[in-house]
């Protein structure tokens, strides 16, 4: 019996076949993680939008949805020309659900009725800052962020002063509004 040679035109073999099934498999799953990966790396400069960096630009973490003015506490009751760490209960509601968030602030009176009240989250990488009596600074523990007592930076990586609430008073209670961030 003599041995048939298939000709060039033919059929694909079972083995031709597969490998082709498995280049059009391996070719979907690449184009599937690829698109992701090219609109994160490509997204913002196509959209216009400036994240603020690598990292992005840190934002403290606070409630979106709440009363615009949240009671702090009697002015008079805090001590003059020295911030004091508090915390401010927020209404807060997600959905139906209405609770309650405790958020904790620098709030500093710098005269008969008026106060600053600082946000609690360095403005690098949103580590929370401790008030040093002594040095008279705010000092970030995690990268080295050095503010003064007004919030302004005197050294290490942060890019912009610490953030401020709104503030008014009315009938000596000290109320905080909204996050002030620069440029948003």
Request: glycine share 12%; charged share 10%; proline share 11%.
């Amino acid at each position: 019996m003599s041995a048939t040679v298939p000709e060039s035109g033919s059929q694909p073999t079972r083995r031709e076949a597969v490998m082709s099934a498995l280049g059009a498999i391996v070719g979907f799953i690449g184009a599937a993680l690829a698109v992701p990966l090219v609109a994160f790396l490509f997204g913002p400069a196509v959209s216009g939008t400036r994240p603020g960096g690598l990292l992005g630009r840190s934002i403290p973490p606070t409630p979106r949805s709440r009363a615009p003015w949240s009671p702090v506490g009697e002015l008079a009751a805090l001590p003059q020309g020295q911030p004091t760490l508090t915390t401010v209960q927020l209404p807060v509601q997600e959905g139906w659900i209405q609770s309650t968030m405790a958020v904790a602030v620098y709030v500093e009176r710098t005269g008969p009725d008026s106060a600053v009240i600082f946000d609690l989250h360095c403005t690098h990488m949103g580590c929370p800052v401790v008030w040093n009596q002594a040095a008279g600074r705010f000092l970030c523990p995690c990268h080295g962020g050095v503010y003064d007592a007004n919030g302004r930076v005197l050294s290490g990586p942060p890019p912009r002063p610490l953030d401020r609430y709104a503030v008014k008073v009315d009938g000596g209670v000290l109320y905080m509004g909204a996050l002030q961030l620069p440029g948003a």
